[in-house]
């Protein structure tokens, strides 16, 4: 148990290897500080990333997890996303930002995606209007964006470490939207289906690890709503013009529970032992569940 003088508001493993275990923490001051869990007095990197609180964190590199350089990327309430690289101090790797005369927004949830070799890799993140941006960290430029008229709470590809497939986001309003990734038209942009899943907000979405097509969403009215994927019979087409776009698929709702009448607001999967899940709620309980006959879906 370590304390700290300040809140944290989040943390990930993702840009360290199984043998450092170093976890990365953003707190309310806007500090990112990366801590050795054998010696935890000091953090091993520190750096004052952004005016205000860090709402989101991400990590790619590490565990095995994603070609390319061990990243961090940060979501602030001050409207910017940033990129670091542990070995770089001080300074990001890259920062997205509005530009000038374009209001701030706060950014809620940040996620890495594509970064299946060593040049590709995107960040996602998700805004308190509804606002969803893709940025591609290959060309440092902004993809993709569009909005899903609703405060974006949780955003995650489906694998981090693959050509882009799917991705989830989950709103506050009860929604969740899910995104072809694999086919962007010109104009249009990605296809997506759109589900509502309860009244309340949807805290998190995570995806099984081994099985990309179930995910697992989090909800405002402490329960838990496991769904699966299904894919058209075609992924693509070509509209009038000749140009391809995407076509989505269906959701379908496979299990779910209420473990608490306060919101669960974070969720993860074991990477090990198929179905093992940790989730933690308003309620300042952690709970360890295990989701059977995932092998028969």
Not at 258 to 264: A, E, K, M, V, Y
Request: proline fraction near 4%.
């Amino acid at each position: 148990k370590i304390e700290k003088p300040k809140p944290i508001k989040c943390g990930t493993f993702g840009a360290a290897s199984l043998q450092q275990r170093y976890v990365a923490t953003g707190d309310f001051g806007g500090n990112l500080n990366i801590w050795n869990l054998e010696a935890p007095e000091m953090p091993v990197y520190s750096v004052k990333g952004h005016k205000e609180i860090i709402n989101s964190i991400d990590g790619v590199g590490g565990l095995g997890i994603g070609e390319g350089a061990p990243e961090i990327v940060t979501g602030s309430r001050d409207g910017t996303v940033k990129v670091w690289d542990p070995r770089q101090k001080d300074t990001p790797v890259a920062n997205m930002e509005p530009v000038q005369g374009e209001s701030k927004r706060d950014c809620w949830t940040v996620a890495f995606g594509n970064a299946y070799n060593q040049e590709e890799r995107v960040v996602c993140a998700g805004y308190d209007n509804g606002d969803i941006k893709l940025f591609d960290l290959k060309t440092m430029s902004l993809r993709w964006e569009t909005n899903i008229k609703n405060g974006v709470c949780s955003v995650e590809f489906d694998r981090k470490d693959i050509n882009m497939n799917k991705l989830v986001a989950t709103s506050l309003e009860g929604k969740f939207h899910v995104f072809d990734m694999r086919t962007q038209h010109p104009t249009k942009g990605f296809a997506s289906v759109s589900e509502k899943a309860q009244k309340s907000t949807i805290w998190q979405v995570r995806h099984l690890p081994q099985n990309r097509d179930i995910f697992m969403t989090s909800g405002g009215a402490g329960s838990l709503h496991l769904w699966k994927y299904e894919y058209p019979a075609q992924r693509s087409k070509k509209d009038s013009e000749g140009a391809e776009m995407g076509v989505a698929g269906s959701v379908s709702l496979l299990q779910n529970v209420t473990l608490s009448t306060q919101p669960i607001s974070s969720l993860d999967w074991s990477p090990d032992k198929k179905g093992l899940c940790v989730c933690g709620a308003f309620d300042q309980t952690v709970r360890v569940l295990i989701v059977t006959k995932l092998n028969k879906v």
